[in-house]
């Protein structure tokens, strides 16, 4: 009897990463499949969704229990029988602990991560990319860190790299590269591109400039329009390009200026207001960030973040934290 119970949901989760990994799929349909799915073989979320006394037959996406984004704290988060092939861990301190996201298939994180960024900008083979990440090298068990890495693999260049406090060296080589016919990626943490870019100025505007977000109180907090005018000056660009990610998601979204993120193909943003956590609000209004991501389909893809958020059809644009929310790396300050 178990094992038939085992290959019936295997058979039921192979259905659903065949069609993920196509990229050939209706998302709502999709992510309703996904919740039946996880409903019945995520111990976790099934207790959480039978305290919440949520409808078995949810209409819409917003009637779908979000999991709160704590529990990655606290629990493990994962949906079936399996050994991980990672396990992805939050910069957090040991005040409050680390999330820790259970990753069964490391191929379906490397092709979305991949089919996320080539969709928003070019192929990964035209750019060099230069990685100053410091803290996150630190900590260790990074999905950012994971995820770059790969991404410079897929580069082909010699030259993409990770940097720590190296910042002379990094100018050194943001020289030199400038001759070449690569367009360069520059993606850093908040605190430590404004380190950067006050040591050394440079002209990048015909590069990128990648803000992945966080202080990590390193430096005072300063909301987003602060940190992209010192960073736009100090090198010389007209727009700073942004990163949402964070470890208890596989999927990401990409902001090319100002702060405006476009939702991807396996992500969709719900704004719900924050007194009511069971009322979505339209377009415009500010509320918690609640993130369907169809890549989470091995742990849970409903989850209430803690961030403060504002939604534009298909685009939207983070505010900050809410007031309960552990200071974290991934977002600035909602001020």
């Known amino acids: 009897m178990h094992r038939k119970i085992f290959m019936t949901m295997e058979y039921e989760r192979q259905k659903i990463v065949d069609k993920l990994l196509s990229g050939s799929y209706n998302f709502e349909e999709m992510a309703f499949e996904i919740y039946y799915f996880q409903l019945k073989n995520n111990p976790v979320y099934q207790e959480f969704c039978r305290h919440l006394g949520s409808p078995k037959h949810p209409g819409k996406l917003s009637e779908i229990p979000f999991l709160p984004v704590r529990f990655f704290k ?3 988060i994962q949906t079936g029988d399996f050994s991980p092939e990672m396990i992805f861990k939050s ?11 259970i990753v069964r298939s490391r191929k379906i994180y490397d092709i979305v991560s991949t089919r996320i960024f080539e969709s928003a900008y070019e192929d990964l083979d035209e750019f060099i990319l230069l990685a100053l990440l410091p803290s996150y090298m630190e900590q260790g068990d990074s999905s950012l860190i994971y995820m770059i890495r790969r991404f410079m693999i897929q580069t082909g260049n010699s030259e993409s790299q990770f940097y720590r406090y190296d910042f002379d060296q990094l100018a050194k080589d943001l020289q030199n590269y400038f001759a070449g016919s690569k367009k360069i990626i520059l993606w850093g943490v908040t605190y430590a591109l404004l380190d950067f870019a006050e040591k050394h100025q440079f002209d990048m505007k015909d590069h990128i ?16 329009e602060e940190v992209h005018s010192i960073l736009k000056e100090n090198l010389h660009c007209e727009k700073i390009h942004s990163e949402y990610g964070m470890t208890e998601l596989l999927s990401q979204c990409y902001s090319s200026g100002e702060g405006i993120f476009q939702m991807s193909a396996s992500m969709k943003i719900l704004s719900f207001d924050i007194t009511d956590p069971l009322t979505v609000l339209p377009d415009g209004q500010s ?8 890549a989470n389909m091995d742990s849970c893809s409903f989850i209430a973040t803690d961030d403060v958020c504002r939604t534009y059809g298909q685009e939207f644009e983070i505010l900050g934290r809410t007031d309960s929310a552990d200071v974290r790396g991934c977002n600035l300050m909602y001020l």
């Open 287 to 294: 509320g918690r960030c609640h993130v369907i991501d169809l």
């Open 209 to 224: 400039v990648m803000e992945t977000g966080g202080m990590k109180g390193r430096r005072k907090e300063l909301i987003r």
């Open 91 to 101: 910069s957090g301190t040991t005040d409050t602990g680390r999330s820790r996201h």
């Open 74 to 76: 606290t629990h493990p």
